[in-house]
């Protein structure tokens, strides 16, 4: 027996609680030839330590079904990120000491791959990148792990993803918009946000943006509670929520003014707002950084690192711009925590800075991507309204009173953000922030209002701002199919049990409508 076949005949030992023997071949599949990278617990700015890569190993660890106990021992369960045509990240917060490892395939319970095992430090983010995977396919995947000493091995649920679409494939995303925890009973109601998750889980989408104010900081800096402690602890409260999607669909996420993720908030020092939100962010929801896949914000923020605020991808036929005015603007765009919101700014003062104006320009002129998609918390990163703004300042030129003032105030800028969205083909542009459904067109690109996913009160907050398009109260998601002939929107309601009428029921599809590629 040659060495190869005796290394063959020990990978077929399996353990699973006691140990025993199964089939393990070394196929020709290019699962067995990819490669895991495990990054470390994450206990601040950065990684406490570098990657590890290993060749994957073929599984060691078998099929043996939910562990009932598996919640009690996460903080906050898996959670997938980044997803790109042949990697993805998996994202987990142990309670306790954790030994944890993944088993994946294309096969529902038949795992072709497992990452090497890996110590987990209670209460620290660990994440951990599958790489070498096959693109536009459906994987399927469970979480394992065991307390230190323990001989036996237990496994959370088995969950799915999806590598990148291929052109010509039709698949489904979602949006969200300004969840806002922290306004209890005003704006935000648990149990809805979770009847809202689970109307998204059956849609199965490949991924999930949420357009900001989830993560919202403002009473911990009122209170003078701030810590990066306590900002942790928003973000991982958001997680209870997120993840019950998260496990299936990865997450994006769009900067908001309420988390605080914003140059005016920098002071020099690792102690500040933005410092927190930024390094929060990054340990428990990573974000696309520019890798070849991804294009992005390039420039690191001090203390903070790379801020992952601005961000681009393809995926089957769609061109996803996510784009960001608050890491960018020197002074205040929308408020300060607990200051008078009275008081008047320059509006030509917001900006997306030269850098990332460069950086959409290029990214929408360059893709020939039949759709292309922009999401932002807001057209003007403050105000109300949608189209209503659209012409004015940065993104639409002129000045309040009616006069050009673009060339002026932009020297070098070639065309104000919508006009350059036009002569572009962006099909539509997402926004939040004003906490209803609202949908509007100008110029051939489609504005939409995304609607709050658990406002109890099924309102219709700040209608008034907007004086054309259809608008819609609360409660629910966005629903973006794609296709090669179009792409339907659809706004799918969310109601609590005792809130259903005749007409209205949960999960009912309450307004549709389709895009044409462009």
């Not at 025993?20 to 990278?37: N, P, V």
């Not at 926004?431 to 690109?445: A, I, N, P, S, T």
């Not at 658990?454 to 398009?469: E, K, L, T, V």
Request: glycine fraction near 10%; charge should be negative.
């Amino acid at each position: 027996m040659n060495e190869k076949k005796i290394f063959i005949l020990f990978c077929c030992i399996l353990v699973v609680g006691t140990v025993f023997l199964a089939g393990c071949s070394q196929k020709e599949d290019r699962d067995l030839q990819a490669t895991t990278t495990i990054t470390t617990p994450f206990t601040g700015g950065s990684p406490s330590g570098g990657p590890i890569t290993q060749s994957c190993i073929a599984p060691t660890m078998g099929n043996t079904g939910e562990t009932p106990d598996f919640g009690s021992h996460f903080t906050a369960t898996g959670l997938l990120t980044r997803p790109t045509s042949s990697s993805i990240i998996v994202s987990m917060v142990p309670k306790v000491p954790l030994e944890v490892c993944l088993l994946y395939g294309r096969l529902p319970g038949n795992y072709t791959c497992q990452t090497p095992a890996v110590p987990a430090t209670a209460g620290s983010a660990l994440n951990i990148t599958i790489t070498g995977l096959l693109p536009d396919t459906e994987y399927y995947y469970r979480v394992f792990y065991r307390e230190p000493g323990i001989p036996g091995y237990q496994s959370g649920a088995e969950h799915t993803f999806h590598t990148q679409r291929s052109s010509g494939s039709t698949f489904t995303f979602g949006i969200q918009a300004d969840s806002h925890p922290e306004r209890e009973k005003q704006m935000f109601n648990s149990a809805l946000y979770d009847q809202t998750m689970d109307n998204v889980a059956k849609d199965q989408p490949d991924f999930y943006l949420s357009l900001g104010d989830d993560f919202s900081i403002d009473n911990l800096i009122e209170k003078d509670q701030l810590s990066q402690a306590s900002v942790d602890a928003v973000y991982l409260n958001q997680r209870n929520y997120l993840g019950l999607i998260g496990s299936d669909s990865p997450i994006f996420l769009v900067n908001g003014n309420h988390e605080e993720g914003a140059r005016y908030m920098l002071d020099g020092t690792p102690d500040n707002p933005a410092v927190y939100a930024g390094t929060s962010r990054m340990k428990f929801f990573p974000q696309p950084v520019p890798d070849g896949f991804y294009t992005g914000d390039p420039d690191p923020v001090e203390y903070v690192g790379l801020p992952r605020d601005y961000y681009a991808w393809t995926w089957g036929d769609a061109l996803f711009v996510v784009i960001d005015p608050y890491w960018h603007t020197p002074g205040i765009v929308d408020h300060v925590p607990g200051e008078d919101t009275t008081i008047k700014r320059d509006p030509w003062a917001t900006t997306l800075g030269d850098a990332q104006y460069q950086w959409f320009k290029k990214t929408i002129e360059e893709s020939d991507a039949p759709y292309k998609f922009v999401f932002a918390h807001h057209v003007q990163g403050t105000g109300r309204g949608g189209i209503e703004n659209a012409g004015l300042y940065e993104w639409g030129g002129n000045s309040q009173n009616g006069g050009w003032e673009f060339d002026t105030k932009r020297p070098g800028w070639e065309f104000p953000l919508h006009q350059l969205m036009v002569e572009n083909g962006v099909t539509a542009v997402f926004q939040g922030h004003d906490h209803l459904f609202v949908r509007q067109e100008l110029d051939g690109v489609t504005y939409q209002e995304v609607p709050l996913p658990a406002d109890p009160n099924y309102s219709m907050f700040n209608a008034n701002a907007y004086r054309s398009g259809t608008e819609l109260p609360n409660s629910g998601y966005i629903r973006v199919t794609v296709s090669p002939r179009n792409a339907t929107v659809d706004y799918v309601k969310s109601y609590l049990p005792g809130k259903e009428t005749a007409s209205e029921k949960n999960g009912k599809v309450v307004y549709s409508y389709t895009l044409a590629p462009r």
